[in-house]
């Protein structure tokens, strides 16, 4: 009876071991359930690819290749996408919150209703990308790349694009409360159906943050408007008179 007992017990643990051992990469679990937690997934290839309810959270997609896929309503959330590509991809309701994003390339991608919050995508790539229903708010996106980008409806607000480059691109109900935009070029930025330029000023007006090295839109560097210049002056309580000096 023992050693019946005895072969059950070993049985039982080679088909547990066998469980455990089912997926022998990341890439593999990847691909069987559709979700890799703090997989290690650097330097992969999914070139083409559909990711749908894909959960990556946590994973290092450091140097992999995303190019024309379909990324639609995954959770890519702290992931490290250094140096990733994602050109021409289409995201759609997928969250990058808090995610390392440096360097990466997301140029000519689509991008709708996806969450960038909080970020670091310094030096990022997003050249002729068309952004709808985005938000940055707090991401840090110095030194990123803007050109040509299409922007509507896009959440900029208190988030750090000193020294990026706006320029050439077509905005549309964008907010930059308290973005700061120090260095930053908006030359020859348009509306968003690209008709016109928009107007030096509107971006003083939506809140953002700039210096003298600022270009608008005009080509003009920025300067503080004379309402920001002016200080109030003290004024004298009512019942007291300036004395001369003894």
């Not at 706006?166 to 930059?176: G, K, T």
């Not at 030359?187 to 008709?195: A, H, K, P």
């Not at 004379?226 to 002056?233: A, F, I, V």
């Amino acid at each position: 009876m023992f050693c019946a007992l005895s072969l059950i017990f070993l049985f039982s643990n080679g088909l547990q071991a066998m469980k455990v051992s089912k997926y022998d990469t990341p890439l593999e679990r990847l691909k069987a359930t559709g979700s890799c937690e703090n997989c290690n997934l650097k330097r992969e290839i999914f070139v083409g690819q559909t990711f749908l309810k894909t959960n990556l959270e946590g994973s290092h997609l450091t140097e992999s290749n995303f190019t024309d896929t379909i990324i639609k309503e995954s959770n890519f959330k702290s992931t490290v996408c250094e140096d990733t590509i994602f050109q021409k991809a289409t995201i759609i309701k997928t969250s990058f919150h808090n995610s390392h994003l440096v360097l990466a390339s997301f140029e000519k991608a689509d991008i709708i209703k996806t969450n960038f919050n909080n970020t670091t995508c310094t030096k990022t790539n997003f050249k002729k990308t068309f952004f709808t229903i985005v938000s940055f708010k707090k991401a840090s996106c110095q030194y990123s790349d803007f050109e040509n980008a299409i922007l509507l409806s896009v959440n900029l607000n208190n988030t750090d694009l000193q020294n990026s480059n706006f320029q050439d691109a077509w905005m549309e109900v964008v907010n930059f409360e308290g973005a700061n935009c120090r260095g930053t070029s908006f030359l020859r930025v348009r509306n968003g159906d690209g008709t016109n330029y928009i107007p030096d000023k509107k971006f003083e007006e939506w809140g953002a943050i700039m210096d003298e090295h600022t270009t608008l839109p005009s080509g003009k560097k920025y300067k503080p408007s004379k309402k920001r210049k002016q200080t109030r002056k003290r004024k004298t309580p009512p019942g007291k008179r300036k004395t001369d000096k003894q």
